[in-house]
């Protein structure tokens, strides 16, 4: 069986532990390969190599940075089934759900092609009088990303192609439960002739992102995963000086007003529910039903939900698969228990489901809790799993107040044909990511995507121009020329320039 390498300026290489995990696939529970975790002197060379790569990069012009992006991207779209099928293999998705991801990582590279745009400063003539000034936007130096198992392909891709693309060179310290994209990927920046040392990929657990956190040649962290580890990775990195963006977990809501259409709301509740075994930052996992619409609404969606098919991400016909893991399996079932326990009502139970040919697969079939007080555990926490959760509330307030005083604040969408509850919905709304009429609101490439309160830490989101303010330094210039007569003896008052 294969143990996976590490890939370090430009070629793969054995971890200089001997640490390595089980890479499994979740659809069968059978070990699939093994992946190495990076010891501190690991990433030790790897920041070396990235920092030796750094000023050849940086001096590197962006149009040719530019070029090879583009050669990477059509050397993506030429793998996308296989960068799909190691996805899916290693997290479960399906593989029709692991392509569209791929596509999603490959829009964010067709951004980061634009950089000799993107990168252009401001210029402003007669700032004061004979005086210009412009802004330049700068490489921040060796940048690191860290990603969780849930998309192993677009993730990082939120993330590397904007920091190379400025100019950057980056460490990336994949999900160890599912390493290979990430592999795959820096041998295909290869092809696509990135030189050596400015895309690395050090597979491994704390010990590896501790290195990162600390070490004082990088120079920012970008990280996407739970609420707890986003918190660590921020204040430590930030205590080494480190800019840091620090994507957290979720609870997302839909608001369900009375006037929504019934139908076509409860089919996009399906796909954002269940689809990816609901182990997606971006899934709704709880639907606040606003009046009279509770009812038939929960009766609509058990009626979907019925109808979905549970099975291994590689087989036709399948929606949803497994989940990452037997804990995690475990996990989801144990928070079954207590919404059971609490009193909500079990509408739809997923636990013991047996997928044919797959009785070792770590499988959850889809879930559905009506009566749900936020008082419950299952409100109160982040399932991550194909659980979805229904809450009532009498009004538009009472539904805003609600998902206002929830700590996280992902993403959230509102079903209604009214343009006044939408409108009062995205204006009062304390959410980073509002969709109307649309159940995933993932913004495109060149739009910012992050949370707010405890689904983000730090400032800047991912991708669009956020993704470039957070890799790029600002500077100022500013410039006069003087004539012979224009020189004055010096002054010690403040300059004005007006
Ligand atoms: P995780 O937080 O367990 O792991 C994320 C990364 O951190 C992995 O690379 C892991 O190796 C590392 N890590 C884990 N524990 C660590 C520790 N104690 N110290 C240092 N590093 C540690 O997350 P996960 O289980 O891989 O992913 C699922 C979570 O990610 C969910 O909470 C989900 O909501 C969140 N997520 C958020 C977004 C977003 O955009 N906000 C996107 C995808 C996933």
């Not at 990303?145 to 060179?169: L, Q």
């Amino acid at each position: 069986m294969d143990t996976l390498s590490l890939w370090i300026n430009g070629k793969h290489v054995e971890s200089l532990g001997s640490r390595t995990l089980d890479v499994h696939n979740p659809a069968t529970g059978k070990v699939m390969r093994h992946v190495p975790l990076a010891t501190m002197e690991d990433v030790n060379v790897a920041i070396e190599a990235a920092k030796a790569a750094f000023p050849g990069w940086r001096d590197t012009t962006p149009l040719r940075r530019s070029r090879i992006l583009n050669k990477f991207r059509d050397l993506l779209e030429t793998h996308r089934a296989e960068l799909a099928r190691l996805a899916s293999e290693e997290h479960g998705k399906t593989l029709e759900d692991a392509t569209g991801s791929v596509q999603r990582g490959i829009e964010v590279v067709e951004f980061a092609v634009g950089a000799p745009h993107l990168l252009k400063g401001e210029h402003a003539e007669n700032v004061g009088r004979g005086v210009d000034c412009h802004s330049m936007l700068q490489p921040v130096g060796v940048c690191a990303g860290i990603t969780p198992f849930n998309f192993p392909a677009m993730v990082p891709m939120w993330m590397f192609p904007i920091a190379i693309a400025c100019g950057n060179t980056f460490v990336l310290k994949p999900s160890e439960k599912v390493p290979s994209c990430s592999l795959r990927m820096a041998e295909l920046l290869k092809d696509a002739g990135l030189p050596d040392g400015v895309f690395n990929v050090v597979p491994g657990d704390k010990e590896a992102v501790d290195a990162l956190l600390i070490h004082p040649d990088v120079r920012a962290i970008s990280f996407v995963g739970s609420t707890p580890v986003a918190k660590y990775i921020y204040e430590t990195a930030a205590n080494h000086g480190k800019r840091v963006q620090a994507l957290g977990g979720a609870k997302n809501h839909a608001v369900v007003m009375p006037d929504a259409s019934l139908d076509f709301t409860a089919d996009a509740i399906m796909g954002a529910a269940y689809g990816s075994a609901g182990e997606r930052c971006m899934a709704i996992s709880t639907v606040v039903a606003v009046g009279d619409i509770a009812d038939s609404l929960v009766a609509k969606l058990k009626e979907k939900a019925d109808k979905l098919v549970v099975g291994s991400g590689d087989q036709k016909g399948v929606d949803m698969g497994p989940v990452i893991s037997s804990q995690h399996r475990d996990k989801i079932v144990g928070y079954i228990d207590s919404g059971v326990a609490q009193g909500a009502k079990l509408v739809k139970d997923g636990r013991g489901i047996v997928v044919a040919g797959f009785e070792n697969g770590y499988f959850v079939g889809p879930t559905l809790f009506d009566h749900v007080s936020t008082e419950m555990t299952i409100y109160r926490e982040e399932i991550f799993g194909p659980v979805l959760i229904v809450l009532r509330a009498a009004s538009l307030s009472d539904a805003i107040n609600l998902i206002n005083s929830n700590p996280y604040a992902n993403g959230t969408a509102i079903f209604t044909s009214s343009g006044a509850a939408a409108r009062r919905f995205q204006n009062e709304i304390e959410v980073g990511m509002v969709g109307i009429n649309v159940p995933i609101p993932v913004p495109m490439a060149f739009f910012s995507f992050g949370g707010w309160k405890a689904s983000l830490f730090g400032d800047l989101h991912m991708h669009g121009m956020e993704g470039v303010y957070f890799y790029t330094r600002t500077k100022a210039v500013t410039t006069r020329w003087p004539e012979q007569s224009d020189r004055k003896t010096s002054t010690l008052v403040m300059p004005t320039l007006g």
